[in-house]
């Protein structure tokens, strides 16, 4: 989990100060919508964002996670 936690950064001048996947512009709400909708995390970095490592895609769903666990 703590490998996790610098994979999401969030910058005021990036797409508002949404979260996004360290080193890119992808913002973390974009991914999830896509695991939402049930696309494999190969198929989301295959044909979404080449860019993102699986781990990155599953730090997505950690940053929500642990959202929700500070409510």
Not at 11 to 39: D, M, S, W, Y
Not at 47 to 61: H, K, M
Request: hydrophobic share 40%; glycine share 6%; with cysteine.
């Amino acid at each position: 989990e703590d490998a996790m936690r610098g994979r999401i950064t969030v910058q005021p001048h990036i797409h508002f100060g949404k979260p996004c996947v360290a080193g890119t512009r992808i913002p973390v709400q974009n991914v999830l919508e896509l695991v939402r909708e049930g696309v494999a995390v190969d198929e989301i970095r295959r044909d979404f964002y080449p860019d993102l490592t699986a781990d990155d895609v599953r730090a997505c769903v950690q940053y929500a996670i642990d959202l929700i666990a500070l409510e």
